[in-house]
């Protein structure tokens, strides 16, 4: 899943107006990042099979420390906890940890059997809704198309740049959706972790474009 756990991130804008969305979406997609880089260091595996599933030609056969369930519930408390010790927001920092831990669980709609419970255990998770391409992707549509209107009922532009770079997050951000399900597999398995990597630019986007819009 890609633009539905961006989606999660703008609906807690609307729980939590005081956190930036560009900590939201890193919450949110805070496994995501993490992944490419441990695939890069060689501490998680996955390999291109076209035809894996319906949507998505990976077989993420070894991913322990970014997407096992108990991992996750681990990153979930440390990502809450980190934020409350600088914020000393409770509500902020709980938000936060349910948007890290909001990502397994979509994940779990849409994978495969493929996400362990805890590292090292043969028991995966996942109820594959990624072998009906049009069920997953209403499903990532609906939560991205809820997500964005959340964050516009949660807050109003200050200036011109608070519409435009809005508008030009979220349009880019659909455009990397289209591209991801309608583009032929990667070329290899590098090229993919290091792509990976640039969804640090929608953090940063999201920071931005938080600047420029205040909480109503
Ligand atoms: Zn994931």
Known sequence: MFIGHFGAGFAAKKISPQ?????????????????PLLVLAGAE?????PGHTATVPLDFYDYP?????????????????LYFLFRK??????????????HWVLDFLVHI???????GSDLKAGLGLWNSPAGSQLLEAGLFAGGFWLYLKATQPRNK???????????????????????????????????GNL????????????RNRNPI
């Open 65 to 81: 420390w970014s997407h096992s369930l108990v991992m996750v519930l681990v990153w979930a408390a440390a990502a809450g906890g």
């Open 45 to 49: 595996h996955f390999r291109i099979v």
């Open 199 to 210: 969804q640090w630019l929608f953090i940063l986007w999201a920071f931005w474009v938080d």
């Open 89 to 102: 927001n409770r509500s902020g920092a709980l938000v936060i940890s349910l948007l890290v831990l909001s």
């Open 161 to 195: 740049t608070g519409t435009w770079s809005l508008i030009s997050l979220a349009a880019f951000l659909a455009v990397i959706q289209v591209m991801n399900i309608t583009s032929p597999p990667p070329p290899d398995e590098l090229a993919v972790a290091v792509t």
């Open 19 to 35: 956190v930036s969305l560009g900590v939201l979406f890193l919450a949110a997609q805070f496994i995501d990042l993490l992944w």
């Open 113 to 119: 059997p493929d996400l362990p419970l805890l590292p």
